[in-house]
């Protein structure tokens, strides 16, 4: 029984590591006026009739802090790079010299650095959401166990382990959610 208790709060933290992830990933794509390429990686590419992610077909770089450049490796892709970069509306304008796309990034306005705060601090809680939510499985495993013949004292200290560790996750969320935010207003 007290292996199963554990094996349950492991699969809460493999869970919230996944969130704590998928947190990191989404502020990348967030764009604090300068190049990245993880701002258009992920851009899907019609590649001969298949969706392919922009960074499976090209290689992106950054010359500068305000652009990208990105080198297909055939050609032929030039025109369906610069199609999917319009259709993904990021408010970016390719420049297609014929081998090369070229993307200045403009200097983000005021309003515009505090709307990308608001969606990243939703980001986070999204994330603190999810963490809330596996913070409420493994209690219910918990407290099933105990009722089921798992030691109560003992299953007090587990219940007191998981909301040590939910903790931890929760500032781990509220520091990313802070360093983008520096990052965002850091003109």
């Given at each position: ?69 990105i080198s ?101 969320i509220g ?13």
């Amino acid at each position: 029984m007290h292996q199963e208790v554990l094996d349950s709060i492991e699969e809460g933290k493999m869970a919230m590591d996944e969130s704590l992830e998928h947190l990191d990933r989404e502020l990348q794509k967030i764009r604090a006026g300068k190049a990245s390429p993880s701002s258009v990686a992920g851009i899907m590419v019609d590649y001969y009739g298949t969706p392919t992610p922009l960074n499976q077909v090209a290689n992106i770089s950054t010359p500068d802090s305000r652009t990208l450049s990105i080198s297909p490796w055939e050609k032929a892709m030039v025109a369906p790079i610069e199609k999917a970069i319009f259709a993904a509306n990021l408010g970016f304008t390719p420049q297609n010299n014929g081998e090369v796309i070229m993307i200045n990034i403009p200097p983000l306005t005021e309003e515009r650095r505090k709307d990308l705060v608001k969606r990243a601090k939703g980001l986070g809680e999204d994330a603190k959401v999810s963490i809330r939510n596996e913070r409420h499985k493994m209690m219910d495993f918990i407290k099933k166990a105990v009722k089921d013949g798992y030691p109560e004292d003992a299953g007090k200290r587990q219940e007191e382990a998981v909301e040590s560790v939910i903790k931890s996750y929760s500032e781990r969320i509220g520091k990313s959610i802070d360093k983008k935010e520096t990052d965002i207003m850091t003109i």
